[in-house]
């Protein structure tokens, strides 16, 4: 299936790079930019549903281009690529919205099969990066915190995925455990987001680990 994909990286021969690894790969690249302000902007007009996106940029930081996005495009999801694996700079990425964190050193294989994940609403991480990630959901979800409104209710099913959605599995892990196709948990998760409103799989683990569906 192509894809539509902005890339937002302040190099031209990295950006170009990229842009022709998804063109070869069969998808459409919409977009390209190396200031964070523009790609704001364009991305509007362009209506990608991937935004690579580098962390650092010459104008303002990836995480405030993080927040244009979704403001613009709420759901546009963003993929990470960046040479920066500090986890503080993982960290503010996925507060700020970003459905995947890649490092640069990634393989084209690798970065092309994370712009699939990407676009279906998986969390894609760099190994080690997931459970820096969730250890952080999770510290967060011991902290105090105001009471939750009254959850809306989900199916036996839909909390069913969503246990092993809070447990870092892949839509491919859980369609085989529990027998299921991809695209049928897939449907699940989308019911799910819709029911919660959520906006992408990284906010619903945050939510499934606050309610404690992660044990």
Do not use: C
């Not at 690894?21 to 190396?34: C, I, P």
């Not at 209506?47 to 709420?74: C, F, H, K, N």
């Amino acid at each position: 299936m192509s894809i539509r994909v902005m890339v937002v990286d302040d190099h031209p021969m990295w950006r170009e790079g990229v842009a022709r690894d998804l063109t070869e790969a069969g998808h459409l690249v919409v977009a390209t930019s190396g200031e964070g302000r523009q790609a704001v902007r364009v991305a509007a007009a362009a209506r990608p549903d991937v935004v690579v996106l580098d962390l650092q940029l010459p104008d303002v930081s990836g995480v405030e281009v993080i927040q244009g996005l979704r403001a613009a495009l709420p759901e546009v999801r963003v993929l990470m690529l960046s040479a920066s694996g500090e986890p503080q700079s993982v960290l503010d990425a996925v507060k700020a919205g970003a459905t995947g964190y890649l490092l640069k050193s990634a393989g084209p294989a690798e970065f092309l099969d994370a712009v699939r994940r990407t676009a279906a609403g998986e969390p894609v991480f760099t190994p080690g990066l997931a459970g820096l990630v969730l250890g952080e959901f999770r510290r967060l979800a011991a902290a105090p915190a105001a009471p939750h409104d009254e959850a809306p209710r989900l199916t036996e099913r839909e909390t069913e995925v969503l246990r092993l959605v809070a447990k870092g599995l892949s839509y491919k892990q859980i369609a085989e455990r529990l027998g299921l196709s991809h695209r049928t948990v897939q449907n699940h998760v989308q019911n799910t987001l819709g029911k919660l409103q959520l906006h992408n799989r990284v906010e619903l683990t945050r939510y499934a680990i606050e309610r404690g569906l992660d044990g």
